[in-house]
């Protein structure tokens, strides 16, 4: 049973309901709605589909609803062909009437945010197509326009996408159509929003208080994921953990931002800091690519999950693997067969590290739970947790033992099937403290997680009828 768990993509190539049970078998445990692409009748049935092979199955796969976000675009009249030293004005769209008139000798492009061409100064780079094409301002043309240099031959195309590196923006976190999206996934009740081109706590805030807008003060929310992969993001990185629920490392516009040779270390520090933060963390973007057609991976990609899994991420995830490839489900068990091997390893102990963030008293009973499962080298630690709150914080210690999670919240249910080493199991609460505990053992005995005469750590976590949590101790399965 790996630790690590896996998020995969849902695209056209893994929409069946056979694909996507398949895919659960596999070791799918995040299923990841990419809003980038797709309507929202077929949103809503793959949204079905997967709550009822959860069902089914009785396996939680929590649902991601990912929003494009605050995305900037070029527009050209045609398609530009550029040399490696050409030049070619920049404009912003409010500008392309006036532009239109001019007859310049240079080509021109606009990008579709007002105002955007004036932020740009000498030196500033413009990143378009995931940075195939790279363009350099060198001159600035009044407060409309700058002229830009190629710094590569290049073919520029209507609508690709564009990052500008070095320039402030200040764009809203939730484009029009992510406040479209997000009611459409709030009605739906996924677990999980992915927050793209955070930059700071406050635009994490912001998400909270549009969501807050559309289902009342009251209402559970779904956690939010704040992906990183912007400068600002990575110089806000604390703050934004603390007020964030999880966070992506989304190596793509991270590498495009950053030098490339820069990103496995900015992945390093991100899990670092998210683990002493006791957040969740994804790594995501071409782990497995070359899976996307073909039937094994790179000796690179096997290496490249391997070192997450020993980075200790909470997750790794596929995107046009498992959304377009040819093989979803071997590409999701051959991602589970590396995660097995590599936990199997010595490269995982690092409780002294994390520590240092486990000074509270409810945390120092939890801290005598994982020495205790560590002590006895007991087989499981066996918890019940209405929030997931506990076992998000026995998590934390990365134990080697199975972390079994009993909660009567279907909420909390899903959503520990994104956090490391928790194994959750659903169904109704007890008064009785010891027949509870009896109930978890047989149930766990059922699935196959607990046999007759393993050891097992038992604690209770808090409830609506008890504020504090219990240490039990060590019950043996009879």
């Known amino acids: 049973?790996?630790?690590?768990?896996?998020?995969?993509?849902?695209?056209?190539?893994?929409?069946?309901?056979?694909?996507?049970?398949?895919?659960?078998?596999?070791?799918?445990?995040?299923?990841?709605?990419?809003?980038?692409?797709?309507?929202?009748?077929?949103?809503?049935?793959?949204?079905?589909?997967?709550?009822?092979?959860?069902?089914?199955?009785?396996?939680?796969?929590?649902?991601?609803?990912?929003?494009?976000?605050?995305?900037?675009?070029?527009?050209?009249?045609?398609?530009?062909?550029?040399?490696?030293?050409?030049?070619?004005?920049?404009?912003?769209?409010?500008?392309?009437?006036?532009?239109?008139?001019l007859k310049s000798r240079q080509p021109i492009c606009y990008l579709d945010v007002s105002k955007m061409a004036s932020k740009l100064s000498t030196g500033d780079m413009i990143l378009i197509e995931d940075g195939l094409i790279a363009l350099q301002v060198v001159a600035k043309h009044g407060t409309h326009a700058v002229e830009a240099a190629a710094l590569n031959d290049c073919h520029l195309k209507n609508r690709k996408g564009v990052i500008l590196p070095d320039t402030p923006i200040d764009l809203p976190i939730l484009s029009k159509k992510d406040l479209r999206d997000l009611a459409f996934v709030l009605k739906e009740g996924v677990d999980y929003v992915g927050l793209s081109f955070v930059g700071s706590a406050e635009d994490i805030h912001t998400a909270r208080?549009?969501?807050?807008?559309?289902?009342?003060?009251?209402?559970?929310?779904?956690?939010?994921i704040a992906k990183i992969e912007r400068k600002a993001a990575l110089k806000h990185l604390k703050s934004i953990l603390k007020t964030t629920d999880a966070v992506m490392v989304a190596r793509g516009d991270l590498g495009i931002e950053m030098p490339t040779s820069e990103v496995v270390l900015l992945q390093k520090e991100i899990i670092r800091e998210s683990l002493r933060a006791m957040k969740p963390v994804i790594v995501a973007t071409q782990m497995m690519k070359s899976m996307?057609?073909?039937?094994?991976?790179?000796?690179?990609?096997?290496?490249?999950?391997?070192?997450?899994?020993?980075?200790?991420?909470?997750?790794?995830?596929?995107?046009?693997?498992?959304?377009?490839?040819?093989?979803?489900?071997?590409?999701?068990?051959?991602?589970?067969?590396?995660?097995?091997?590599?936990?199997?390893?010595?490269?995982?102990?690092?409780?002294?590290?994390?520590?240092?963030?486990?000074?509270?008293?409810?945390?120092?009973?939890?801290?005598?739970?994982?020495?205790?499962?560590?002590?006895?080298?007991?087989?499981?630690?066996?918890?019940?947790?209405?929030?997931?709150?506990?076992?998000?914080?026995?998590?934390?210690?990365?134990?080697?033992?199975?972390?079994?999670?009993?909660?009567?919240?279907?909420?909390?249910?899903?959503?520990?099937?994104?956090?490391?080493?928790?194994?959750?199991?659903?169904?109704?609460?007890?008064?009785?403290?010891?027949?509870?505990?009896?109930?978890?053992i047989t149930e766990a005995k059922k699935t196959g997680q607990l046999a007759s005469g393993d050891d097992t750590v038992v604690f209770l976590g808090k409830t609506p009828d008890r504020r504090t949590i219990d240490l039990v101790g060590i019950r043996r399965v009879r």
């Open 209 to 224: 208080e549009e969501m807050r807008k559309v289902v009342g003060e009251t209402a559970e929310l779904p956690k939010i």
């Open 1 to 101: 049973m790996k630790n690590t768990k896996i998020v995969a993509t849902i695209g056209p190539a893994s929409e069946s309901k056979e694909t996507l049970r398949r895919m659960i078998e596999a070791g799918m445990n995040v299923a990841r709605l990419n809003f980038s692409h797709g309507e929202y009748a077929w949103f809503k049935t793959i949204i079905a589909r997967l709550r009822e092979l959860s069902e089914e199955l009785q396996v939680p796969v929590a649902i991601l609803a990912d929003m494009q976000g605050p995305r900037i675009r070029v527009e050209v009249d045609r398609e530009i062909i550029l040399k490696k030293g050409e030049r070619i004005h920049v404009s912003d769209i409010s500008h392309r009437e006036t532009f239109s008139k």
């Open 292 to 440: 996307t057609d073909n039937i094994r991976p790179t000796r690179a990609e096997v290496s490249d999950v391997s070192n997450a899994v020993i980075d200790h991420t909470d997750a790794v995830m596929l995107s046009e693997e498992s959304a377009m490839g040819k093989y979803p489900v071997e590409t999701i068990a051959m991602m589970a067969e590396i995660i097995e091997k590599t936990e199997e390893s010595p490269f995982n102990d690092i409780y002294q590290e994390l520590d240092i963030n486990m000074k509270n008293e409810y945390a120092a009973v939890i801290r005598s739970a994982y020495q205790l499962a560590k002590s006895f080298n007991t087989r499981a630690i066996l918890l019940l947790s209405m929030s997931g709150l506990t076992a998000r914080l026995i998590s934390h210690f990365r134990p080697e033992t199975e972390i079994l999670v009993a909660t009567d919240s279907k909420k909390t249910w899903y959503e520990l099937a994104l956090v490391w080493g928790i194994q959750p199991f659903n169904f109704e609460g007890d008064p009785d403290r010891d027949h509870y505990i009896d109930r978890m």
